[in-house]
């Protein structure tokens, strides 16, 4: 088995990272950055640096690449990609233990253990792959920030980034065999995939092993797309997709 994780700006995970070292321990081969090419019969061909990598089954946890790597397999996936950009003030003193969220400006802040202010909002509107800023969205974010603390316009922001997130339709994600035998895809998390990570590990290494999905994820499946099935989450999230 091999399974695929394309590493974004922000996705350096604990939970990866454990999951590599279980999962070499037991024998399993992991592929970083590296991409579906072709498929030959029952068996999947993975292209690397190296040459191809011949596998029965291939799991792609590639989050905002997912659809890219579909491609690669002759696959449309049904997502959007979009970038998702946070920004990080400088150190203070501790001021917020929790993460304060509001839906009324959307918009969110935490407090890192360094000190500093890790905020956020929503997606970009438009369909991208850049992982570059824009003032515009720094401007909004800092706006909504402000209605709820206005002593923070005094804070100076030291960094920005972006990230891309995959959204589907319904603002539910995929964890799905696909109609390639083999090849299973888990994505679609939109913005939030970390929070789901365990979970979602589980439930996927479960359909992989089994090629059948568990009771818990049977509704998440790629053919829902095409029954009608859906599992529409649009407002339920903290953050809207």
Known sequence: M???????????????ILIYIVGTLLGYH????????????????????????????????AAGHSSVIANMAGLRLPLESKPLQALVSEP??????TVVMSNAVHAYV????????????????????TQKGSHQIVEGTLNAILELYPIFS?????????????ICPDASPILSKTSIKGLYFNCGWGTGGFKATPGSGDLFAHTIANDEPHK??????????????????HGAAAVAH
């Open 92 to 97: 203070v003193k501790p001021i917020i233990d």
């Open 110 to 129: 935490s407090q890192s253990d360094k000190g500093e202010l890790v905020i956020g909002a929503g997606t970009d509107d438009y369909v991208s792959y």
């Open 2 to 16: 091999l399974i695929i994780r394309i590493i974004g700006n922000m996705e350096i995970y604990f939970w990866f």
């Open 216 to 233: 818990l994820n049977a509704a998440f499946n790629l053919n829902r797309f095409v029954s009608g099935d859906l599992v529409d989450e």
């Open 30 to 61: 992991f592929a970083w950055n590296r991409a579906c090419d072709k498929v030959a019969g029952a068996t999947l061909d993975i292209l690397e640096a190296n040459g191809y990598i011949k596998t029965k089954k291939v799991g792609v946890v």
């Open 154 to 166: 005094r804070m100076r922001m030291l960094r920005q980034w972006g990230g891309i997130v995959d």
